[in-house]
């Protein structure tokens, strides 16, 4: 998740800048400015002198990173079994925690975030240019292989699971956008609901989310955990290739493709604004209101924030990029970049 914390000047953000010392995950406050992760893929930036809260202000900074000329993403493939590794650990201690700063000892983007130079990055990663991204879940593996790779619902291995079990097509494809989903009593992200799950209790969870009826014993039987990983373009170096296949391989997971995509194929078939379309999409079009947060990270919005959610909606304080720029009259990049 590209967390990032912005201080906004009393002018309406036009003089924005972003504070680096406080890229901070959700729950710390850095310079008088606080940042909170709301649901999956929507981040709240909050201003140090006017209340106002603006959801991905950083998105279109972020796109140019992949589109700019020149720059590439090198994407892998992998699979393990789910017995030998969960995805939670997959994520925590294989991949490393969004700050490389703080993920695990021994983690890929920790080990990124201290050997930089030797990889021959040109800077010291951050929250934001944390080297790799990595599926946050068998599902969201399944929708990033379709995305990037133009791989068939029907012949992925976990999107050919789901269909086997009886989730209708149109189901599994309307939901490769992250909608929100009604699921015991709340409705919230598709993707928040399937999180860090292993494949077996994804594809269960996912039954129980279409509301298709179904026998225990005749679910599909998936013991693999499949994942869509990329080196980000800032760390596309050949010694960064060999760390990170060296840490999967040590982890006892397996690389079954691997490749590159240039900027140009990213910016044409919009890659980067499919596989990162629920961040566009709360950044530009979907509303503050439609957002409901699970009860937890409202709790984390409060304690960041000194107010509750509920509260900054009804009194008119919290705006997606889009609006937030037209709001305070200022360039979406320039402002939030």
């Known amino acids: ?3 990032r914390t912005f201080r906004i000047g009393g002018q309406f953000l036009k003089k924005a800048v972003e504070s680096r010392a406080g890229r901070t995950s959700m729950g710390v406050i850095a310079g008088g400015v606080g940042l909170a992760m709301v ?3 929507a981040e709240v930036a909050k201003a140090d002198e006017k209340p106002v809260f603006v959801i991905n202000g950083f998105y279109m900074s972020m796109r140019e990173k992949y589109t700019k000329p020149g720059k590439s993403i090198y994407f892998m493939t992998v699979e393990w079994p789910s017995a030998s590794l969960s995805w939670e650990d997959f994520r925590a201690k294989v991949l490393g925690g969004t700050d490389p700063s ?3 000892a021994g983690s890929v983007r920790n080990d990124i975030y201290l050997n930089w130079e030797s990889l021959k990055l040109p800077g010291k990663p951050n929250v934001g240019d944390n080297g790799v991204h990595a599926s946050a879940s068998p599902f969201e593996g399944m929708c990033e292989r379709l995305n990037w790779l133009g791989a068939d ?3 992925d291995y976990f999107g050919a699971a789901l269909l086997k079990a ?8 309307d939901w490769t956008i992250d909608p929100q989903v009604p699921f015991k009593g709340s409705k919230g992200s598709i993707f928040d609901f399937l999180e860090d799950m292993d494949a077996q209790p994804c594809l269960k969870k996912a039954l129980d989310i279409s509301g298709v009826s179904y026998n225990s014993w005749n679910i599909p039987s998936v013991d693999k955990n499949m994942a869509f990983v990329f080196i980000k373009p800032h760390a ?3 010694e960064t290739k060999a760390l990170v296949k060296s840490k999967f391989g040590s982890s006892g997971i397996t690389i079954t493709k691997e490749g590159s995509l240039d900027a ?3 910016d044409e078939k919009k890659l980067i604004d499919q596989h990162y379309y629920s961040i566009a999409n709360k950044a530009t079009l979907q509303k503050p209101k439609d957002l409901n947060p699970p009860a937890a990270k409202q ?3 409060a304690e960041m924030f000194g107010i509750t959610w509920e509260k900054a909606l009804e009194d008119g304080l919290v705006y997606n990029a889009a609006d937030a720029c037209e709001k305070l009259g200022v360039d979406g990049s320039d402002a939030f970049g």
């Open 153 to 155: 619902l029907e012949s």
């Open 39 to 41: 649901a999956q893929y």
């Open 1 to 3: 998740m590209f967390a």
């Open 236 to 238: 596309v170096t050949e």
């Open 299 to 301: 709790e984390k919005f």
């Open 102 to 104: 703080a993920a695990a």
């Open 166 to 173: 009886g989730i209708p097509k149109q189901t599994v494809l």
């Open 264 to 266: 140009k194929t990213i």
